[in-house]
């Protein structure tokens, strides 16, 4: 089985045995795929959840990722490699993607040792999620973690279907959290932008332009939306007030 990694005009076919064993090599994988003389900064990203959270459709919503020449690999089908990146003041920034298929059997060590940061997803449609969140945190917390982590509720489009409420998550979680659609491209920002900030412990970064998106499957009106956004921040000074 091969991998094609590039730019659309520029395939480079490589083994994806070769890609795996040589994936922390990031000097040389930019240099494969030649997006940028400057090289991008490049963080290597777990994305995590239980089957069905959402997490290669979040994935998926960067125009750029969408090339399936974007899509570098696939490590028979148990997880699948993609390229995000960020245009920020300081430059670009990369994320090097391991979207994990499945549950909770899919966290291994070894994520956890090479690993710079993890997003944690679970769907807020479905109950279950909240049920399993404390044995996610156990699992990632008892391997000792150090890496930056974030939650995302998913799927808060579903609004006659959510099950999760935000003060549910922000009871039950330790990381910060933010409510996201995948499918509407609600929030899909965030999480990174949050991740940036940690991993290059500057407070100050920011976008340098809108992130480029495929367009919505999904559609979430204005109101919607800054309902959503209401009840996420009232939940969040009720959190505060508490605790
Ligand atoms: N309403 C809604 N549905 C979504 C959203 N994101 C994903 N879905 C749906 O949820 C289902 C599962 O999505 P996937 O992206 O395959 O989930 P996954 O976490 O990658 O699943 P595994 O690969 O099996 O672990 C699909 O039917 C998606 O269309 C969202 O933002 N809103
Ligand atoms: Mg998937």
């Known amino acids: 089985m091969g991998g094609v990694i590039g730019h659309k005009d520029h395939h480079v076919v490589v083994?994806?045995?070769?890609?795996?064993?040589?994936?922390?090599?990031?000097?040389?994988?930019?240099?494969?795929t030649s997006l940028s003389n400057m090289g991008p900064r490049q963080f290597l990203l777990h994305i995590v959840g239980d089957s069905g959270s959402g997490k290669t459709s979040f994935v998926s919503r960067n125009s750029y990722l969408q090339l399936p020449d974007a899509i570098i690999g696939d490590d028979?089908?148990?997880?699948?490699?993609?390229?995000?990146?960020?245009?920020?003041?300081?430059?670009?920034?990369?994320?090097?993607?391991?979207?994990?298929h499945g549950g909770i059997e899919t966290l291994n060590d070894e994520m956890?040792?090479?690993?710079?940061?993890?997003?944690?997803?679970?769907?807020?449609t479905n109950i279950t999620s909240l049920v399993s969140l404390p044995?996610?945190?156990?699992?990632?917390?008892?391997?000792?973690?150090?890496?930056?982590?974030?939650?995302?509720g998913n799927?808060?489009?579903?609004?006659?279907?959510?099950?999760v409420q935000p003060i549910m998550?922000?009871?039950?979680?330790?990381?910060?959290?933010?409510?996201?659609?995948?499918?509407?491209?609600?929030?899909?920002?965030?999480?990174?932008?949050?991740l940036?900030?940690?991993?290059?412990?500057?407070?100050?970064?920011?976008?340098?332009?809108?992130?480029?998106?495929?367009?919505?499957?999904?559609m979430l009106s204005e109101e919607a939306r800054a309902q959503i956004e209401e009840n996420y921040q009232t939940a969040r000074g009720l959190f505060e007030e508490v605790f």
């Not at 000097?27 to 494969?32: N, P, Q, T």
């Not at 956890?112 to 807020?124: A, K, M, Q, Y």
């Not at 799927?155 to 099950?163: E, G, P, Q, S």
């Not at 412990?201 to 809108?210: C, E, L, S, T």
């Open 15 to 32: 083994p994806v045995s070769c890609l795996l064993d040589t994936w922390h090599d990031h000097d040389r994988i930019a240099s494969l």
């Open 76 to 100: 028979e089908n148990e997880s699948t490699w993609h390229y995000l990146d960020f245009d920020t003041n300081l430059g670009r920034i990369r994320f090097s993607c391991h979207d994990h």
């Open 112 to 124: 956890f040792h090479e690993g710079d940061c993890i997003i944690l997803l679970i769907d807020v």
């Open 135 to 152: 044995t996610w945190t156990h699992s990632i917390v008892s391997r000792n973690a150090r890496v930056p982590v974030v939650l995302c």
């Open 155 to 163: 799927k808060v489009d579903a609004i006659n279907d959510r099950r």
């Open 169 to 194: 998550v922000l009871e039950e979680t330790i990381w910060q959290y933010y409510e996201i659609s995948a499918l509407a491209n609600f929030n899909f920002e965030k999480p990174f932008m949050y």
């Open 196 to 218: 940036i900030r940690k991993l290059m412990d500057n407070q100050d970064i920011h976008f340098a332009h809108p992130v480029n998106l495929l367009p919505p499957t999904i």
